[in-house]
């Protein structure tokens, strides 16, 4: 029997719809047994060997970091009751990009990626599998970590422990739910692409490292901070200016609100902007995550780089 | 008329360098189907790069390359379709029982989930491992996961069957139970190729061998054919009370030992220097039963070849 032979009860599978004219009325046939989807079965994969070698890890950090900042710190100051929205997509954020990163260059360490791009899955696949398992990964403990909040903060509530637990506005919820998945894709999609050509995940943790931590300080909390999310009263700060004195942030946003065109083309351009950026970092992942660009790293740079910009254009296989 | 199949693996000229280094270097193979086919050399001798190459992982940077009569390397995913491997490591998860490593590798050959399970319990239950599926790697001893990994190169009932030094490390029963398998696989018509620098087992279990070093294919035949062009150093010599004889003659052209009042072991330099004393001897009227050349062994001609392959310039 040959590969193709193995492979053939599934392609020849009949199809549960079709009625089968040797079946006796009423028997229960079973259903076809298609073969998964290939970037789902690398999903699978990623998250199941993530999940076996951490273990219970992700959901007792989860827990304290639900306890100190969604609880602890609202409660000590007043009035930032949006504030763990923001954890919550600093949660999807982090584990996603540990995940991603690991993508790759752990599976280069532990000695598996060889076996796997032995295998006749595409490139494609196990790239796409691999971000949607980062992604996935990232979004369900940023979810987590809104479903524990609200859970503790309305038992808080409700025994009258804490009255004055923080709860979010149903806009923010919202808006934070999907935030998570936005954060945790980028996250997934950026990791990954450092991942494919990196020799092992601690020459990526040690690239690059202030550059990551000003993006992190500029995302998180400068951005809450002038939108009067950090601050007590939940007012936006007067932002400095050259030449001393300074400009209201709600000043600057009543401002704009008198011009709803400018808004709305500065929101589509940043909106766009971003996509451009995703659209890129696809397509920059994918070339990166080709076999032989993958089969290169750790043997030739030279020939890696020379090897990634004739493949720019090229085909995959 | 009964039509010839086309050799498994074909290559001519094949190169594939990482800038300067030459790690394949012109090598022309041809390995018919179904054989058990050694690919020998030493650390650093091109083996690795050879499989990469072999599975479309990278392309050769000249020469041509054809394996289960797909072009490589735009034909790699096809041939990987019906190929198995077993490569340096293991390849088993961590965080994964085994049973969920095969399983997904059954589904990357696209075998649909029951399919899957049902595959991996009866390829695993043929390597002797079914008890052992729920484990994980690190609760497998170094010749379970071996064997684990074989299993798992099975799974799509390959045409080609890749194994890069799958004995290592594995102790005398395990490396024995392996190699039968790996036999049974080629009797049922499975190419086999095998890459080793344990010369021994090459001997005893290849039909046919390829020596390589630093790129370059140094010979191939028979492990037979290879052992008959190995120096012969020594010869055993038996006769009628032949040490008591060549102890009377003077003037034997070779340094002997007695072995046994009817054997005697002589020293000698190559082919020729067996005919000059089988014909010294004969010239002397001493009769001789058995004249049998010693040190001919696969481990010998690989040196042979190795040191007649001189250091080219820096690469």
Redesign the interface.
């Known amino acids: 029997?040959?590969?193709?032979?193995?492979?053939a009860?599934?392609?020849a599978?009949p199809d549960a719809a079709a009625p089968d004219a040797t079946a006796p009325a009423g028997t229960d046939r079973p259903a076809?047994?298609?073969?998964?989807p290939?970037w789902r079965?690398v999903a699978?994969?990623e998250l199941?060997?993530?999940?076996?070698?951490?273990g219970r890890r992700p959901v007792t950090r989860t827990l304290a970091v639900v306890g100190v900042f969604g609880l602890l710190i609202p409660l000590r100051f007043s009035g930032t009751a949006n504030l763990p929205a923001f954890f919550a997509a600093f949660t999807a954020f982090l584990p996603a990009r540990l995940v991603a990163i690991d993508a790759y260059a752990g599976e280069r360490e532990?000695?598996?990626l060889?076996?796997?791009?032995?295998?006749?899955?595409?490139d494609r696949a196990i790239a796409v599998g691999k971000v949607a398992a980062a992604t996935a990964y990232g979004v369900a403990r940023g979810w987590l970590f809104l479903a524990v909040w609200l859970a503790s903060a309305g038992l808080l509530r409700a025994t009258g422990l804490a009255p004055r637990a923080p709860l979010p506005t149903p806009a923010v919820l919202v808006a934070v739910v999907v935030a998570a998945v936005v954060v945790a894709f980028g996250a997934a999609l950026f990791g990954v692409y450092q991942s494919a050509q990196a020799p092992s995940v601690r020459a990526i943790v040690e690239s690059g490292g202030l550059l990551r931590l000003v993006v992190i300080l500029v995302v998180f909390f400068v951005v809450p901070w002038v939108l009067g999310l950090l601050s007590p009263d939940g007012t936006a700060p007067a932002l400095p200016v050259p030449g001393g004195g300074g400009v209201s942030a709600d000043a600057l946003v009543d401002a704009l609100a008198v011009r709803p065109a400018a808004v709305a083309a500065a929101a589509a351009g940043a909106a766009l902007a971003g996509l451009g950026w995703l659209w890129w970092l696809a397509r920059a992942t994918l070339r990166r995550t080709g076999?032989?660009a993958?089969?290169?790293v750790g043997?030739?740079p030279?020939?890696a780089r020379r090897s990634r910009r004739r493949r720019a254009g090229g085909?995959r296989? | 008329m009964a039509v010839a199949e086309p050799p498994a693996i074909q290559c001519t000229a094949l190169t594939r360098h990482f800038g300067a280094l030459r790690a394949v270097d012109g090598v022309d193979l041809t390995v018919p189907p179904g054989v058990v086919f050694g690919f020998l050399g030493p650390n650093g001798a091109g083996k690795t790069t050879t499989i990469r190459l072999l599975l479309g992982l990278l392309p050769p940077t000249a020469g041509h390359l054809r394996v289960l009569g797909h072009d490589l390397p735009a034909g790699g995913r096809a041939v990987r379709a019906r190929t198995g491997t077993v490569l340096e490591h293991h390849g088993l998860y961590e965080g994964l029982s085994a049973r969920r490593t095969l399983e997904f590798a059954a589904g990357a050959h696209g075998l649909g989930p029951r399919t899957a399970a049902a595959r991996v319990t009866e390829v695993v239950g043929r390597m002797g491992l079914a008890d052992r599926l729920d484990d994980r790697p690190q609760a497998l001893s170094r010749g379970m996961r071996q064997r684990m990994a074989v299993a798992r190169a099975l799974l799509a009932a390959p045409d080609l069957l890749i194994l890069d030094e799958p004995t290592n490390g594995l102790d005398a029963e395990a490396a024995a139970g392996l190699r039968a398998a790996v036999r049974d696989l080629a009797a049922g018509g499975t190419t086999v190729f095998y890459t080793t620098h344990i010369l021994g087992e090459a001997e005893r279990f290849c039909d046919l061998v390829t020596v390589v070093r630093r790129g370059r294919v140094l010979g191939t035949g028979a492990p037979a054919d290879l052992r008959r062009r190995a120096p012969v150093r020594a010869v055993r010599l038996e006769g009628p009370d032949l040490a008591a004889r060549l102890g009377l003659l003077d003037g034997v052209p070779a340094a002997w030992t007695a072995v046994a009042p009817e054997v005697v072991r002589a020293d000698v330099d190559g082919v020729d220097g067996v005919a000059r004393l089988v014909a010294a001897l004969a010239a002397a009227g001493v009769a001789l039963h058995r004249v049998e050349p010693e040190g001919q062994t696969l481990e010998a001609a690989f040196l042979d070849l190795v040191a007649g392959d001189a250091p080219g310039p820096a690469t």
């Open positions: 029997m040959t590969a193709s032979d193995a492979a009860p599934d392609a599978a076809p047994d298609r073969p998964v290939a079965l699978g994969k199941g060997d993530l999940l076996g070698r951490i532990r000695g598996t060889e076996a796997l791009l032995a295998s006749p899955l595409s076999r032989e993958l089969a290169l043997t030739d030279d020939g085909p296989s």
